[in-house]
């Protein structure tokens, strides 16, 4: 709480507004004031961020956003607007590799099978004192073809379907997060391939949900980090002194991610 900040009125008149911040009934009445928002914004931004009841109208709009799944999709493109190529990215990677494995595995398999017959073949003509049977033996290797993708049991890429993100039940109020969910991207089309092996990426989200974010960030920092939070969302930025950005590099230095709603969004969108 920025200590510039002198309240202009009533009982805390010409006092820090920390100190009127400390008067919990008086600060919650205040809040409830339409006046007080609309003359004294930073005020009303300093106040809110501390005292601000979680049961807001604002709050349970926000918060009740997070029933759609569309909504929680598009949080994730707020979040990393790079993700759906970095995805792309790592499904080609990993075609790549199971390629490369599949065909060593292949090759491997094909070597292993011709020293099996050929041993069993020694066998069967062996006679004492002959030396043993060793690989140097063999003088007449196949000539080794590669597989066809079919053959590994890997699809054309033409029939590849797109990668698809998915989220979990939302779930609310859980352990000091307002909401919680997760999120996760798989291939689907390696049926070959053990589940966890398909798993491009996967993130949980503890989420603080704040209707307003003004000169009490540091507050809210704390409060996000002892709740064990890893994403605090907000619809209005109200810090005086500092640039968004500033204070989204604060938030991430904690290992916590600020997003900001976009506000000209038509009626009707998520």
Known sequence: MSDKKIVPFGKYKGQPVEVLAADRKYSEWLLAQEWFREKFMELFSAIATVHQPADTPEHNALQAKFLN??????????????????????????????????????????????????????????????????????????TYHE???????????????????????????????????????????????????????????????????????????RQVVASKCNLVVIQAFLVSNLPFLDVKRVFSSQHIDLILLPTNKPDGEV
């Open 69 to 142: 799944p569309d909504f929680l999709l598009y949080l994730l493109s707020l979040w990393r607007p790079d993700l759906p190529s970095r995805l792309l990215k790592g499904a080609e990677n990993f075609r790549a590799s199971l390629i490369q494995k599949s065909k060593e595995k292949h090759r491997d398999k094909a070597i292993e099978d011709f020293k099996k017959s050929k041993l069993s073949e020694f066998s069967k003509n062996w006679k004492y004192p002959d030396p043993p049977w060793n690989d140097n033996m063999i003088t007449d290797w196949p």
């Open 147 to 221: 597989p066809t993708l079919m053959e590994l049991n890997i699809p054309a890429e033409s029939q590849l379907q797109p990668i698809k993100i998915k989220t979990s039940t939302t779930r609310f109020e859980d352990q000091g997060a307002d909401v919680s969910f997760n999120s996760w991207a798989e291939l689907e089309d390696y049926p070959s391939v053990e589940e966890w092996e398909c798993t491009l990426w996967s993130q949980s989200f503890r989420i603080e949900l704040k209707p307003t974010l003004g000169d009490e960030y540091p507050t809210v920092l």
